[in-house]
C-alpha cells in the first residue's frame, strides 16, 4: 500500500489538481509494484510490449520512445535490456538503413500475454469504484487536463497515444 496524506486547498480547481497529480504517482507506484512482484517487468516494459503487439510486432525506436513517453537515449537503454532479456530483437530498416526496428519475439510476446493477465486485474482493482457511466466522463475530464496541459507546456513535447485501444 502507498502511503498518501489528503491533499486539501479552499480552491476546487486546485484541490482536483493536486489529487490528480498525487493519484497519478500512486496509480504508476501501484503498477510497477504489482508488475514487478508477479512477473519482474515494468510498467513501462509492458507498455512497449503492448505497443510492439499492437503493431505487428514491430516499430521504430522513435515510435516506440512515442508510445512509452520516454525519451529517445532512453528508449535506447531500455530496449537493450529488453533484448537482453529475449523479449525483441533488433535490425535496421529495411526501407530506411536511418532507423533500427524493435521486433517482438515469441518470449516477449508469452510475457505479454502473462502480463495482460496482471495488467486487466491491475484496471479491475484500480478502477473497481468507477462504473461505465463514470468511466465515460473521467475519459472527457482526463483528455480536457492532458489538452490543457499540453497547450501549456508549449516547449515540453507530451506524447500519449489517443485512446486505450491504441495500447
Known sequence: MVKTIEAYHEE????VFMLFIQTARIAQKYSDMRFFQALGLSTVKYIALKALAHNDGVLSHSKLAV?????????????????????VTTRTSNEDRRFTMVELTDKGRDLLSQADVVGYDLIKKAMSGIDKQKAVQLDRILRILRDSINTASKDIVITTPNRVEDL
Do not use: A, F, S
Not at 476546487?12 to 484541490?15: A, C, E, K, S, Y
Open 12 to 15: 476546487p480547481v486546485v484541490q
Open 67 to 87: 508510445w512509452t513517453d520516454t525519451k529517445r537515449h532512453n528508449i535506447t537503454t531500455l530496449v537493450k535490456r529488453m533484448e537482453i532479456e529475449g523479449l
